[in-house]
């Protein structure tokens, strides 16, 4: 069953000062099935971001349709949470009340916003620190928060956008560990975006990889392992998935150079 | 001003060409008070006693030189009377009640001004801060209006308004506005363009997301501007109190110069001195509570 259906999707740009369009995205066709843990990596620039807001319904695409449970996107809503590289947390307002943010907008009373809010707080492991301001945390823990707050008004799918980009490889492997026993315990759909592989192969069931720009979807593969236990990135299996993907990144990266020596030049 | 030209209404700190006597370091950060913290309670007072010291140093150094040099009879104090002859002066001005009246009368309009241009102008701002049509139309308006000195304007006040409380007022109100307004503005623009787009992906109306997102974020910037209208309120009465007031520092100030009684005078100044001094800094505390969130 799919939640997320994308036909033929493509997004121009207008660049300002220049004649002809920017194409960021054309022709993407991809599903994401319901509970799936979708992965999506390209070269930089490839315009997987752009994917993320049209999915998030937070920009309209130039041509092509997307649907999320048959019903078409045409806006942002609270059925998708999106979890942002740099945190975006309200830096007016506390761990907790970053968390409480998302309900409010869902109108959730007063009361059971406090508790829900707690819940999820503690659900990320920072149980004893809802009443610290973003600035007095770590970048891990601002990223737990901002999950925490993606996660509390219980959206249907989670969309990260390179979530833990900006940490140390020590905190991105415990939170990406966290990620997958909070997708294990949620249910949730997640379409996370990423231009490392590892990253890619550890975390995702699927994983999308995309060309350079104009994006679009180049190969969609299955990774299975027989067991999740213990140290999935010392098995055989992983760094032959890390190796395959690589082939297809390889092209496409150094075409996303080419492009830039081209547009500089 | 040059840097200026052409682009959006910048935020302004300092308006250029002022004095800016009241904007003395803050005195709340002190390193040396955090370390050490099983130092006795003696040695403890000692020490702040002599930070004390230390930061006022300048100032007692001005007020010796200012009770010497008349004594000394290097300066006329015909012209420049003692410290200790201004602060008797000041001390009769206070038991005859006259200093509290015209304090009073100086305090009542600045306070006026200052509210009225926080109540109306702090809406404006967002107005404009928030709709593009809005500054467009108004930027140019502004840039011209923000460039004219207020003092410049204060004869055109007084022409059109006369002599009362209501030029007055809208004098102050008139100066107290730009601080206000350009910090509004500029809070209202330079929010966190991803916040935004965080508060948006959680289907958040325009409305909802200004009420919930730009101004809570907008309001230490706003504070800022009204940090400095609280100082200006004070400082551009003085100019309409030396015309056509029966009251008022200012025209203490004024009318004890005509009648020479120059340590009057002086008592005047140092009491806008103290008051300057004792807005400013209470507004700095105001303005620190507001902003708790804000690092850097």
Same mark, same amino acid.
């Given at each position: ?62 041509s ?39 309900l ?9 916003r ?15 620190f809802?009443?610290? *301001?973003? /600035? ?5 823990? $601002?990223?737990? &928060? @901002?999950? =925490? #707050? ?90 032959? *998935?890390? /190796? ?5 990144? $390889?092209?496409? &990266? @150094?075409? =996303? #150079? ?8 | ?29 002190d ?25 006022s ?13 008349p004594?000394?009879?290097i ?10 002859e ?40 967002l107005?404009?801060g ?7 139309f ?23 308004l ?62 800022t ?17 030396m ?54």
């Amino acid at each position: 069953m799919n939640k997320i259906t994308i036909r033929g999707v493509g997004k121009t740009f207008r660049v300002r000062g220049e004649g002809r369009p920017f194409a960021a995205l054309s022709g993407i066709d991809l599903d994401v099935r319901a509970g799936e843990f979708l992965t999506l990596v390209g070269p930089s620039g490839c315009g997987k971001s752009t994917l993320l807001d049209l999915i998030a319904g937070l920009t309209a695409p130039t041509s092509g349709t997307l649907h999320l449970d048959g019903r078409p996107i045409n806006g942002p809503g609270l059925d998708r949470g999106v979890v942002f590289q740099q945190y975006a947390l309200f830096p007016w307002r506390t761990a907790l009340g970053n968390i409480e943010f998302g309900l409010e907008a869902k109108a959730v009373p007063g009361k059971e916003r406090a508790e829900r809010a707690r819940h999820f707080l503690e659900l990320v492991g920072l149980g004893g620190f809802a009443d610290r *301001y973003p /600035h007095e945390l770590s970048g891990g823990m $601002r990223q737990r &928060v @901002a999950i =925490a #707050r993606s996660l509390a008004f219980d959206p249907e799918v989670l969309l990260m956008d390179e979530p833990f980009a900006a940490l140390d490889a020590q905190t991105r492997e415990s939170l990406q560990e966290e990620l997958l026993s909070i997708w294990e315990k949620t249910g949730k759909t997640i379409v996370f975006i990423t231009h490392g592989i590892d990253e890619a192969v550890y975390l995702g069931q699927r994983v999308a990889i995309m060309t350079s720009r104009p994006g679009r979807i180049k190969q969609i593969i299955d990774v299975a392992f027989d067991s999740r236990a213990g140290d999935l990135r010392a098995e055989p299996r992983f760094g032959e *998935y890390r /190796h395959h993907i690589w082939t297809l990144l $390889r092209d496409e &990266v @150094a075409a =996303a #150079r080419r492009d830039e020596v081209l547009s500089v030049g | 001003m040059a840097d200026n030209q052409g682009t959006a209404l910048a935020p302004v700190e300092e308006f250029p060409g002022d004095v800016h006597w009241y904007d003395l370091p803050d005195d709340d950060a002190d390193p040396e008070e955090a370390d050490e913290p099983s130092d006795t309670r003696f040695r403890r007072i000692l020490r702040k006693t002599r930070s004390l010291l230390g930061r006022s140093a300048a100032v007692a150094l001005l007020l010796a030189i200012w009770e010497i040099l008349p004594r000394t009879g290097i300066v006329d104090r015909v012209f420049l009377p003692p410290l200790s002859e201004v602060v008797g002066a000041g001390y009769d001005l206070i038991v005859s009640g006259e200093l509290g009246e015209h304090v009073g009368a100086s305090l009542g309009r600045s306070l006026a001004g200052f509210v009225l241009a926080i109540v109306t102008v702090i809406p404006l701002g967002l107005l404009i801060g928030w709709y593009q049509p809005v500054a467009d139309f108004l930027t140019p308006l502004l840039e011209l209006f923000r460039n004219t000195s207020a003092v410049a304007l204060l004869p055109v006040f007084t022409l059109i308004l006369g002599l009362g409380e209501t030029a007055k007022i809208t004098f102050v109100l008139y100066a107290c506005a730009w601080p206000i307004l350009l910090n509004t503005i500029s809070g209202v623009k330079t929010v966190d363009p991803l916040l935004i787009k965080s508060a948006r992906s959680m289907g958040l109306g325009p409305l909802r997301l200004f009420q919930k997102v730009i101004l809570p974020a907008a309001v230490p910037t706003i504070f800022t501007g009204i940090r400095l209208a609280g100082a200006y309120s004070i400082l551009v009465l003085l100019f309409a109190e030396m015309v056509g007031a029966k009251a008022g520092l200012g025209y203490l100030i004024n009318a004890a110069q005509f009648n020479f009684r120059i340590p009057d005078m002086y008592a005047g100044i140092l009491t806008i001195s103290l008051l300057g001094l004792l807005f400013n800094q209470l507004l700095v505390t105001l303005e620190r509570r507001f902003s708790t969130w804000r690092t850097t």
